[in-house]
């Protein structure tokens, strides 16, 4: 099968440790370009400084990824759908939902594939999970999110600036897994937020959930960025019929009552390209708002309290 | 023709102000009982302590408005709808987006009328001037909103508590009629809200909107809490042809280049009412989620300073 050409727009950690790699070795997709600010190419490939310079100069590109922090992200999409391409967009799609729904919106009014890519959610546990709680049903979950914020987003400071989500940046990609295993929609019922005293992002955030029945399963949260031995990406399952899920290192491990039952090595990226293959052949869009819109809703409900100042 | 008989739940403020009295005068629906948590019962009318006593006991009345705070919203209209009752629910429709899409999809899937109000749409002057700036463009907007929460929410806690969304309360109704008028989709680009010491929501707060275009119109609010001296409830505007407007006292007056062009008595609830009585005898639904969506987005999006401590 021909390759398709896919150029990447930001070439950040996230594009090289996955993007990048990923697309070197699938065989639906090819490298052509890639657009990064500071000019730095990327093997032989060419590279150019703006997203317009690319749709002038290779026209036939007609699919890119957008890897770029969130803050430009939602002009960066509107100008590729703009330009006719299909685009993929990294988690966290937008800084705002009224910028996701825009986007949707002007995707299917041009008739252009738009994918919204929520990484965690293509792991063969987080299936499995699903299926489990579909059928036995939940009385609890505890989600568990401790990682270092200076191993993952080294000198990053956008992070703690205002839109910047601080430790919700991973936190949402609990949420992403919460609401795909999830058997019924969940809501904010309170929540707290630490912010250091010289950011303005939270550095701590514990988040209580209800559904909307009254007598529903107790669902929690707790993401915390100053974890500096290791990460801590678990989620704590109670089903309906009292067995003990534990959904471990992001949702690549799930054990029952104990036992390993799924451990497949992460393959998230290669499976989030096959699915943009798919979408491509196709011609139908992947788009969820749901985990930014419960975010959004955490922030509206938030009671914040101030944590230590953060310095890198 | 014969009235349609309607309860309400929530007695306090609004339902006093405006609901009581305008189905008392309206020819289309009869206030036929309310729901009180203290009991207080207006003029002969049957007073219960709950909706589903309400509901036992009159199973006749299929309408209900929907007046409490939005904390228990969400719940008191998912019990409305899973009773078959038709909703009207106030402004702002609940605390979070994710229980607003929840009670959209409910109503839908009941086929019952769900009519979402934004009380400041209903005038006038705002459908004025939404067809001159949909024929004219727009330069700019700046909306100003300032009122004494003494005065208009005299000592209503929950206003300050999290989740109560302080003088973005009134704000909304600011958002309700900028999201009406504005012909093309706007987004938060920045928000600095100042929050009291000892309070968890803000007394003030500016807010910087964008459009999709780069060089599109310049777009900013501010609220205020602590106006003392009557209300400021103004939007001023420069049409794209250069014309001076100023949308004054909540949207009911229209100014144009300083000339009183529309300056009806505010009959915002009459006008809720007929349109909810088109809706019901049509089957169809009214709602949108514009307004609080674009509140979540500057919630998720703010800078937070603080501001003095804040007591009734």
Redesign the interface.
């Known amino acids: 099968m021909d390759k398709r050409s896919i150029a990447i727009i930001g070439i950040g950690k996230i594009a090289r440790d996955q993007h990048i790699p990923v697309i070197g070795k699938s065989d639906r997709f090819e490298l052509a370009a890639t657009v990064s600010q500071r000019g730095i190419a990327e093997a032989s490939l060419p590279v150019f400084r703006s997203a317009a310079e690319l749709y002038r100069e290779m026209p036939e590109i007609d699919i890119v990824a957008i890897c770029t922090p969130p803050g430009p992200r ?2 960066l999409v ?1 100008e590729a759908l703009d330009a006719g391409k299909h685009v993929l967009m990294e988690k966290p799609p937008t ?5 996701f ?2 986007l949707v919106r002007h995707g299917e009014a041009r008739g252009l594939v738009l994918f919204q890519t929520w990484h965690s959610q293509y792991n063969d546990a987080v299936e499995r999970t699903r299926e489990i709680l579909a059928e036995e049903g939940v009385r609890s979950v505890r989600i568990d999110w401790r990682e270092s914020v200076r191993k993952w987003h080294p000198g990053q400071d956008w992070v703690w600036a ?2 910047g989500f601080g430790v919700c940046d991973p936190g949402i990609n609990a949420l992403s897994i919460f609401t795909r295993i999830m058997p019924m ?4 019922e ?2 707290q937020m630490a ?1 250091p005293a010289n950011r ?1 992002t939270p550095v701590d955030v514990e988040i209580g959930f209800r559904t ?1 029945d ?1 007598h529903g399963p107790a669902l929690s949260a707790h993401f915390n960025w100053l974890e500096e031995d290791g990460e801590v990406w678990t989620i704590a399952i109670e089903t309906g019929t009292g067995r003990q899920l534990s959904l471990e290192r992001g949702g690549t491990v799930l054990k029952i009552d104990g036992e390993t039952r799924v451990a497949a090595p992460s393959e998230e990226y290669e499976r989030i390209y096959e699915r943009f293959a798919e979408l491509l052949d196709t011609g139908r869009s992947d788009v969820d708002g ?1 985990p930014l ?5 955490a ?6 309290v101030e944590a230590e100042p953060f310095d890198w």
Chains 1, 2 share one sequence.
């Not at 800084?95 to 910028?99: G, I, M, V």
């Open positions: 939602h002009l509107r800084q705002t939902l009224s910028e729904e825009d205002p839109g929609p969940v809501f904010v309170h929540a912010v303005q909307a009254a749901t819109r419960l975010l959004a809703d922030f509206m409900m938030a009671e914040r």
